[in-house]
C-alpha cells in the first residue's frame, strides 16, 4: 500500500503523470452529477410549501458552504503532512486548495445573501452561521495572503501549514461561541445524527449537488496541483520533457 | 531552571523599559482610541454607556496587536533572536519568558488605565470590575495567539498589516466572551461563567501557543 502511493503519488513527477490519467474521468463523474442534480434540482423536485422556488438556491448555497468547511478541514490535514513528515505534494495541495476554499465561502455568502433577501427581508443579519462563514473567509484569506509574500519555497509551505493548523484549532472555538452569540439561522438542513428534515425528492439532487461540488474541487485541485508542479519543478529535465512534448 | 526563567523576564523587562518608547506608543494608542468614539459618536452619555464595552474592548486588543507586531523584529535585527534558536535551553521555555515579560509589559499597563476610561465612558462600579477582569484573563490569551504569527511573519521585510489580518480572526472568541461578560455586568448578572470560559480559552491557548511559536519561529528566520 505504501510503496503504492510512494510509487503513484507522492513524487511530484508521478503525482503529475497519475492525476493526468484520472483527471478526465473525475470530470466527467462531476458532470454527470452536477446535470442530474441541476435538472432534477431546479426543474423535478417540488416548490417548497413555504419558500415557493426561492428554496431552490439551496443546490448551490449548502453544497458550496460544506465545500468550503471541507476545504479547509482538507488543508489542514495537508498541512500536517508537510509539517510532521514534509510530503511536498501535501504542501502543494495545501497551497493550491486556499484559493479555491476562498471563493468557494464567498459563493456560499453571496447565494445566502440571495437567498436571505426573499426570505428574511435582508441582505445580511449578523447571525452566527453567516458570522463563522465569513470568518472562515477571512482565514483563507490570511492564509492567501502569508503565502503571498514568503519568497522561500519550503518556509511558505511550512509557515503557511502553521497557519492552516491553528485556523483549525480555532475554528470549532469560533463557530460555538459565534453560535452562543447570535443565532437566527434556520436549523441544519442535513444531519449525520439525525432523520433529514427534507422530503426524499428533494434530497437526492442535493446530495447530488453536494457530491458533484465536491468532485468539481478534485478536478480544479488535481489541476492546480500539477500546474505548480510544473512551477515547482520548472528546472528539471522531466518537465523539459513534457514541456516539449506537450507543445 | 527557575533562576534562568527569573532572570531572563529580568532582563526582557529591563529592556522593554529603558526604551519606553515601546511600550507607552501603544498604551497611548488605547487611550487615543478610546477618546476618539464619543467625539465620533457625540456626547450622548447613555449610547457611549452601552456602547463602551465593545470601545474598550476593540481598542484593547488593536493595542494588543501592534504591541505583538515588534515581539520578535527587533531581537532579530540585533540577532539576539539567533542566540534564542542556538541556545541549549528549550526553545519554547525561552520564549514563554519572553511571552509573559511582555504580557507584563504591554498588556498590564492596559489594564491599570482601563478603569479610568471606563469612567469617562460612565461605566458602573459593576462594569469596571467586570472589565478589569475580562481584561486581565483575556489579553494574555491575545498576546499568546499573537505570538504565533508575530513569529511566522517575523522574517518578512514588510509585513506591515499582515499580521492583524493573520490573527485577528482569531481574537474573535475572546472578544465575544469579554463582551458577554460585560453586557451581563450592565444588568448586574453574575461573571464568573464568561470568565471562566475566558479562563478555559486561555489554558488551550497555552497549551499550544509556546509550541507552536517556537516552530514558528525556526520558519520564520529562515525566509527572506
Known amino acids: 500500500m505504501l510503496t503504492w502511493l510512494q510509487k503513484k503519488w507522492l513524487s511530484p513527477k508521478n503525482f503529475y503523470h497519475t492525476a493526468g490519467v484520472y483527471l478526465p474521468w473525475i470530470g466527467s463523474a462531476f458532470l454527470l452529477l452536477f446535470i442530474y442534480g441541476l435538472i432534477s434540482g431546479l426543474f423535478i423536485a417540488p416548490a417548497d410549501y413555504q419558500q415557493g422556488d426561492g428554496f431552490r438556491i439551496i443546490y448551490v448555497h449548502v453544497p458550496s458552504a460544506f465545500t468550503a468547511m471541507m476545504i479547509y478541514f482538507v488543508m489542514a490535514c495537508c498541512a500536517f503532512l508537510t509539517l510532521v513528515w514534509r510530503i511536498k505534494i501535501a504542501a502543494i495541495a495545501m497551497s493550491s486548495s486556499a484559493s479555491i476554499g476562498a471563493w468557494f465561502t464567498a459563493l456560499a455568502l453571496i447565494t445566502g445573501s440571495i437567498w436571505g433577501k426573499p426570505m428574511w427581508g435582508t441582505w445580511w443579519i449578523w447571525d452566527a452561521r453567516l458570522t463563522s462563514v465569513l470568518i472562515l473567509l477571512f482565514l483563507y484569506l490570511g492564509f492567501i495572503a502569508l503565502q503571498s509574500v514568503i519568497s522561500d519555497q519550503q518556509s511558505r509551505d511550512r509557515a503557511g501549514a502553521v497557519i492552516a493548523l491553528v485556523g483549525v484549532i480555532n475554528l470549532p472555538i469560533i463557530h460555538y461561541s459565534v453560535i452562543w452569540w447570535n443565532t437566527l439561522h434556520q436549523g441544519p438542513t442535513l444531519s449525520k445524527f439525525a432523520v433529514p428534515s427534507i422530503a426524499p425528492s428533494m434530497l437526492y439532487p442535493l446530495l447530488a449537488m453536494i457530491g458533484a461540488f465536491f468532485l468539481f474541487y478534485t478536478v480544479i485541485l488535481l489541476m492546480r496541483m500539477r500546474n505548480a508542479i510544473l512551477l515547482r519543478e520548472m528546472k528539471t529535465e522531466w518537465v523539459t520533457q513534457v514541456v516539449n512534448y506537450e507543445s | ?224
Open chain 2, 1 to 224: 531552571m527557575s533562576n534562568l526563567i527569573i532572570a531572563m523576564i529580568r532582563y526582557e523587562l529591563l529592556i522593554t523599559m529603558r526604551a519606553a518608547y515601546s511600550w507607552v506608543t501603544p498604551l497611548l494608542f488605547f487611550i487615543i482610541v478610546v477618546c476618539l468614539f464619543p467625539l465620533a459618536i457625540g456626547p450622548d452619555i447613555d449610547l457611549l454607556n452601552k456602547i463602551a464595552p465593545g470601545i474598550i474592548w476593540v481598542a484593547a486588543l488593536l493595542a494588543i496587536v501592534i504591541s505583538i507586531n515588534q515581539l520578535f523584529s527587533q531581537d532579530r535585527e540585533e540577532g539576539y533572536l539567533d542566540e534564542l534558536l542556538l541556545s541549549s535551553y528549550p526553545l519554547t521555555l525561552l520564549i514563554s519568558c519572553k511571552l509573559i515579560s511582555h504580557w507584563i509589559a504591554h498588556g498590564f499597563p492596559l489594564i491599570i488605565i482601563s478603569p479610568c476610561l471606563g469612567f469617562i465612558l460612565n461605566l458602573s462600579t459593576h462594569q469596571e470590575y467586570a472589565l478589569v477582569m475580562t481584561l486581565l484573563i483575556g489579553t494574555p490569551t491575545l498576546v499568546l495567539l499573537g505570538a504565533i504569527g508575530s513569529a511566522l511573519t517575523v522574517g518578512i521585510r514588510h509585513h506591515g498589516l499582515l499580521l492583524p489580518i493573520l490573527i485577528m480572526p482569531l481574537y474573535i472568541p475572546v472578544l465575544i466572551f469579554a463582551i458577554g461578560a460585560m453586557t451581563a455586568a450592565s444588568v448586574n448578572q453574575p461573571i464568573v461563567g464568561y470568565l471562566a470560559i475566558l479562563g478555559a480559552l486561555f489554558l488551550i491557548t497555552l497549551a499550544f501557543s509556546p509550541l507552536l511559536t517556537s516552530i514558528s519561529l525556526r520558519i520564520g528566520v529562515n525566509q527572506c
